[in-house]
Structures are given as structure tokens and as C-alpha cells.
């Protein structure tokens, strides 16, 4: 029995090491073929500025464009009519802010809405459907308490090309 144990014991000792050879250099080619992406440095780009607030209107990185949230403002007061007013001219401040920096509707991937009443919910979503095309970007909706300037909504949007 013992001889049988010295017999395998020297086997293994003479394959072990080529099996882990051979596992290595799987992994290896494995890992010369795996398509690993390259990162590449894109400082950001602030670009416009708030005006009396202290933010920027959009910051682009690299080819995403991350645009402030926008309220219903045209004209520097809050437009009438309630939520689906308010969200069109919203919308329409997210487009002219797309176009002023070379991006246009089709380019969003994100959008954040938030709503100081969750019961204008589907309100907003008639508007949104009217003014955005299908596929539709990502999205979130938010209940909050308050808003800047007594606004129904606000908008928050990415784009990229």
C-alpha cells in the first residue's frame, strides 16, 4: 500500500505543476481576448451659468450632457395653468438647453421628474408622452413637498451621444 501511495504521489508531482501550467496560460489567453473597455480622462465642461443661482445650466462629460432641473419658467416667472402647463414649458426649457449645446430630444437617456402632488401624475404623463417620442428615456418620479418658485414640477434630464 504504500508503494501505491510513493507511485501516485510521484504522478502527481509531475502533473500537478504541467495542469497548472496549462490552467494558466487559459487564463491568461482568456484574459487577452476578454474586451475590457478602455477608460479615457473627460474633465467636465460646465457650461452656462445659473444667472443669480449658484449652479450651472448643463455639465458635459466626455459625450453626456447633465442638464439642472427645470421648472415651468418662461419670461423669468412661473407659467399659469397648473402641472401640465407647467411641465410643457419645463420641457420646452429642457430642449432649448439640448439645442443650445448640440443635443436634441432623441439624445435624452435620463430624466428625474418630481411632483409636489403625486395625484398629477398621470397629468404629467400626457404631456410627457406628447413632448417625448418613443423610446422613451429612463425615468423617475418623485413626491416632494415644496419646489422652487411654488412650481408643480420639476425636470432633471441626461442626454448622450
Known sequence: MMTYHKS????????LPTAALALGLAF???????????????????????????FSSAVRVGNTLYM???????????????VKAEAKQ????INGTLLQYGYQKSDLVKCMVMLTDMGD??????????????PYPV???????????????????????
Request: aromatic fraction near 8%; glycine fraction near 14%; include cysteine.
Open 68 to 82: 439642472s432641473g427645470q421648472i415651468g419658467f418662461k419670461d423669468g416667472k412661473l407659467v399659469e395653468g397648473g
Open 121 to 134: 401624475f398621470n397629468d404629467f404623463n400626457d404631456v410627457y408622452k406628447t413632448e417625448l417620442a418613443k
Open 90 to 93: 419645463a420641457l420646452d426649457n
Open 28 to 54: 491568461s489567453a482568456q484574459a487577452a481576448t476578454t474586451n475590457n473597455p478602455t477608460l479615457t480622462q473627460s474633465k467636465p465642461i460646465f457650461l452656462g451659468g445659473g444667472g443669480e443661482y449658484p
Open 139 to 161: 425615468r423617475s418620479a418623485f413626491g416632494v413637498a415644496d419646489l422652487a418658485a411654488g412650481a408643480s414640477v420639476e425636470i432633471e434630464c441626461m442626454a448622450a451621444k
Open 8 to 15: 501516485l504521489a510521484a504522478k502527481l508531482g509531475k502533473t
